[in-house]
């Protein structure tokens, strides 16, 4: 390894030279922060400056201080592979947030200062990542499911240039598409069902060099990790064993059970189906008319009623809206007026959901006859062959309205995922089992296990966790198609409710997610949020307590334990997000950019007021996906905040050990501020529970305070979007101002 040898670099451009003393902090730099030499330069950005820091590394410079913009700014032009740079924020961080007087130039000094001595401590103790030695180079894609999703996610990683394993469990290709009639239009002149397509997809997807179907089969077993996944399948009863380097799960879903709905006539008359049931119907008519059930009758009046089963704020039902009946609704009303103009269809709906094209195919069934009417639906009876609903009309205002000779009701039933096994009842029933003894809880872990799609060997559970509906944990706005286990991908109605148009382009995500997957895994880098992180955490195991924390609250299944019980860590299943890190009670785990080390000489660095500068400090750890952007963005728009403020960005809230907040306290700050993503059910924490985690082992922290008579307020935990730019400013001014009420932290000048 080569010596290290650290170099700074001042910029003065963007007004940092007009707002800033450089010179004085390049001195700073040399003498504080002990960096081989300094440098000034009036745009470090340009070709010039960019030229400059390059000379130096060729002298042999391995690590680069860069006092200039945010380290989200001038990311190409400060990147210099094999040599690690620390970004010292002296122009959002700074002078944006800073007003521009005189009267405010010796704090705005002291900002930039601190800065540059926080970022040279940080640069002196990273070790530069040479990347993970064993990292496997598979790059095959196996697709689990082979609908309308799966057949996608197939065809655009083959056009892209990968093979692909698609296993699918029924005897042909085509899911759920394979059942309907026609399908919602998806491009001009949306005025009409269309062909559903997939026989042509499921031709071309037979006919993919790339692709190797596997249809009657079945996951059986899958271990490994990304780049090396050893997968099992059970085709035709017959074991087959494939390697690949990323999965994508395309598993769909089922309908809402119409048994449930007895108060709808679910399972209490023929002449009551649900939407699938009606495709069924009318592709036995071939087009024709469709027949009543009952008796084979002709059907002239028809009743959709939507929303059956779902949108229930009760508990009983689907609390969910599935989105794609109102549409699907519309085109089986269609159904009957192309065939007969004559029948009655009616669509009873308390909201209709036809976004974008298919407001234009809403029109195309009014023109057609179709009748649309508010009303909330109380009871469907059989009454002979024909059903009586009996709905409260919304526009009218009318309870008792009733529509008493429906030949045929159709249900909007909502979609159920097949997620698989839900892994919180499997935990929770493998742990009541405990190792057999319990024979009951035994018998309902095998059970839930019997219902898995991928089978994993993983200690955390046999399949991807789940969200409080049973949709695979893949969040629909921060992140679609990741999910807890690295270089496993969701697409389709598995992950959230959607049509086959959404369905597809969902598909065509996760595929080139899995993609990304693949080629990182190959040179042993980290998948999304830090993809290309050549780093991976170490442990020191004659530190080690073997108390198991990392192990339990790795988000992602990265950890196991070795025949010692010491962490044994799976690189490639890790994100890097250092939820480990910051378990660890007693500090054994690093990486080589990343560690107690590199945040906590940060903390020191700075230099700290005696408490009669009435200058506090106060200093706040900013989740590095949303806090810290947040920051960056109100400097951006000039939200001017409290100078008193250090920000030292780390990779999740997770990470955050308590060390961090002792060694802030112990070296004189005044007050620590937390800001990490928002968790819960609708979290947007990028490593899904490390903001979750970190909250709970900070809620312990007042009672550490409470015992060095602190106030509990030194210490204050907040949930930050990346959009809460106005909010940040104004949270910080408000913690500065109750650090002002409450006084200097006894613990200064100690």
């Known amino acids: 390894m080569a010596e290290q040898k650290v170099a700074a670099y001042i910029c003065q451009g963007c007004g940092l030279g007009d707002r800033l003393d450089t010179a004085d902090l390049a001195k700073i730099a040399q003498k504080e922060g002990k960096v081989a030499f300094a440098k000034e330069h009036e745009f470090l950005c340009n070709a010039d400056g960019v030229q400059l820091i390059k000379n130096d590394i060729a002298e042999g410079v391995t690590h680069v201080v860069i006092g200039a913009c945010s380290r989200r700014a001038k990311t190409e032009a400060f990147s210099f592979p094999g040599v690690h740079v620390s970004r010292a924020n002296l122009r959002e961080g700074v002078i944006w947030v800073r007003p521009d007087s005189d009267e405010h130039r010796e704090t705005t000094q002291e900002m930039a200062a601190d800065y540059i001595r926080m970022s040279c401590a940080e640069a002196k103790r990273v070790n530069i990542p040479a990347g993970n030695p064993n990292h496997g180079g598979n790059k095959r894609i196996l697709v689990v499911g082979g609908g ?191 065939a007969n103009p004559d029948v009655d269809t009616t669509v009873l709906y308390t909201d209709l959901r036809m976004p974008g094209n298919n407001e234009d195919f809403y029109r195309s069934a009014q023109n057609k006859g179709v009748t649309f009417s508010k009303g909330k639906v109380k009871s469907v009876e059989a009454n002979g062959n024909q059903c009586k609903v009996a709905f409260h009309d919304l526009i009218l205002n009318d309870e008792n309205a009733a529509i008493a000779d429906a030949d045929l009701v159709v249900l909007a039933t909502g979609q159920v995922p097949n997620a698989g096994t839900d892994i919180d009842a499997w935990t929770q029933a493998e742990t009541e089992s405990n190792n057999g003894q319990n024979a009951e809880a035994a018998q309902r872990a095998q059970e839930l296990k019997v219902v898995s799609v991928l089978n994993l060997t993983y200690r955390q559970g046999p399949d991807v966790p789940q969200l409080k509906h049973g949709f695979a944990d893949s969040h629909f706005i921060c992140f679609p198609y990741e999910t807890r286990r690295t270089g496993i991908y969701m697409a389709g109605p598995v992950r959230r409710p959607m049509d086959i148009a959404q369905a597809t382009e969902d598909a065509t995500g996760a595929a080139m997610k899995a993609i990304q997957a693949v080629e990182n895994a190959a040179v042993g880098r980290a998948a999304h949020p830090r993809s290309g992180d050549l780093s991976f955490p170490s442990v020191r195991k004659e530190g080690c307590t073997q108390c198991k924390r990392c192990t339990v609250e790795c988000p992602f299944g990265a950890i196991d334990e070795d025949e010692q019980r010491y962490p044994l860590f799976n690189e490639e299943r890790c994100r890097r997000c250092g939820t480990c890190m910051g378990a660890c009670p007693v500090r054994v785990i690093s990486f080589e950019n990343y560690s107690i080390d590199t945040v906590g000489s940060q903390i020191k660095s700075v230099d700290m007021p005696d408490e009669f500068d009435e200058k506090p400090r106060i200093l706040i750890l900013a989740c590095e996906n949303d806090a810290y952007p947040a920051l960056d963005m109100a400097g951006m728009n000039r939200i001017e905040y409290n100078p008193f403020v250090r920000v030292v960005p780390v990779r999740c809230l997770g990470s955050v050990n308590l060390i961090f907040i002792t060694d ?87």
């Open 148 to 338: 309308m999703s799966g057949m996608t996610s197939a065809l655009e990683a083959s056009r892209a240039g990968y093979q692909v394993v698609l296993v699918e469990k029924s005897g042909e290709l085509g899911g759920w598409a394979n059942k309907l009639y026609k399908r919602i239009p998806f491009n001009e002149p949306f005025n009409g069902p269309q062909d559903t397509g997939v026989a042509e997809m499921a031709a071309a997807v037979q006919a993919d060099g790339n692709i190797t179907v596997y249809t009657n089969a079945v996951v059986s077993k899958t271990g490994g990790a990304p780049g090396r996944f050893a997968v099992e399948i059970n085709h035709n009863g017959t074991p087959v064993a494939e390697e690949v380097g990323a999965i994508v799960q395309a598993t769909g879903f089922t309908t809402y059970d119409t048994a449930k709905l007895p108060e709808l006539g679910g399972g209490k008359s023929p002449n009551v189906v649900d939407q699938a049931g009606l495709e069924a119907l009318m592709k036995a008519a071939n087009g024709g008319a469709i027949k009543r059930p009952s008796d084979g009758g002709e059907v002239k009046n028809v009743v959709f009623v939507q929303c059956a089963g779902q949108r229930d704020d009760t508990g009983t039902h689907l609390p969910y809206c599935s989105g794609f009946c109102c549409a699907t609704s519309v085109k089986q009303a269609m159904y009957f007026k192309d």
């Open 664 to 750: 802030a306290l112990n070296s004189g700050y005044d007050g620590v501020m937390l800001m990490g993503c928002k968790h819960g059910d609708d979290y947007q924490c990028h490593f899904v529970k490390g903001s979750e985690i970190a909250n709970y082992r900070l809620s312990k922290v007042d009672d550490t305070l409470k015992s060095l008579n602190l106030e509990t307020e030194r210490v204050a935990t907040y949930e930050v979007a990346i959009t809460d730019i106005e909010r940040v400013p104004k949270l910080i001014n408000e913690y500065a101002a109750k650090i002002e009420e409450i006084g200097m932290n006894p613990f200064k000048g100690f």
